[in-house]
């Protein structure tokens, strides 16, 4: 069975979240949803609970990672809760969850999951217009790196049509990758073997 793709959403928790950031983040769930994906958010509320909803309410499947250890914490659309009991650590749990990130709006804990996303090379894309932590990134980098550019967006529709066109492109480029590895590691022992008898012969 081929795996889901996994999407994580994030943005403003209760504190800081607008019904602009609510309506745009159910509607990035229902889009997610729709497109077969599963939803990844931080469990909790705000955006994370509007994008649960969104999706909820088109039959699509949502996780929600919580930095608390007791499930009863998460948002009443969440299918499936893991409590990590690690608090804010949980920003890099989510961000390797994620086979690509969308971003609506958001403060530091937002900024911390994007920047545990950008260190491991996660496609993300953020929608544009909406006060934000990362407003000033957008359509760039965090830092000299460049380890990936964070695609701006106008719509929620752009957003998840954008998200899995880069997570293709990604999947692809590690695959390559991976198979160059792989070719590469057998012409290493290859060579070694052709070295080690030779070696044997002239002795």
Known sequence: MTKKRQIL????????????????????????????????TGGLGGVMAAASHGAHDANGLTVGIIPQDDARM???????VIPTGIGLARDFVNALTADGVIIVGGGSGTLSEVCAAYMHKKPMVAIRNIKSSV?????????????????????PQDAVKKILELITVSYNSDTE??????????????????????QKSSG
């Open 9 to 40: 959403v994030i943005g403003n928790n209760t504190n800081g979240c607008t019904p602009k950031h609510e309506k745009l983040a159910y509607e990035v769930g229902t889009e997610i949803a729709k497109s077969n994906s599963v939803l990844i």
């Open 177 to 198: 990758s991976t198979d160059d590895e792989v070719l590469d590691d057998f012409n290493k022992i290859k060579s070694g073997e052709a070295s080690r008898m030779a």
């Open 74 to 80: 998460a948002n009443e659309f969440c299918d499936i």
């Open 135 to 155: 407003e000033s990134y957008i359509d760039g980098y965090l830092d000299h790196r460049e380890n990936i550019k964070i695609i701006g967006v106008d719509t």
